[in-house]
């Protein structure tokens, strides 16, 4: 199970320390990398373009991308993407 995040504040001004990693984005990390079969994962995705004729997958997260304890960068790390520009074209 994935421990509660201690604070935001907290747990942000820790992340200015260098090495530092977060107690539960470490967590979160290990459990994509554990319980997700990125391959399949990838095969479904790749299905999904397909069928609606697109070229891109959306990752919605809760947290904006200013928030260093957000859960979106051990997303972009496990699928080796990057985020999304604004505006959407």
Do not use: W
Not at 22 to 35: I, N, R
Not at 38 to 58: G, P, Q, R, S
């Amino acid at each position: 199970m994935i421990s509660p995040c201690v604070g935001a504040e907290e747990i942000c001004a820790m992340r200015l320390l260098e090495n530092y990693e977060c107690p539960f984005l470490s967590e979160y990390k290990q459990a994509l990398y554990s319980f997700v079969d990125k391959e399949k994962t990838l095969k479904a995705f790749e299905y999904c373009l397909n069928k609606f004729n697109a070229d891109t997958i959306v990752l919605i997260v809760y947290e904006t991308p200013k928030n260093l304890c957000s859960e979106r960068y051990a997303l972009q790390e496990f699928f080796n993407c990057e985020e999304l520009k604004y505006p959407i074209t």
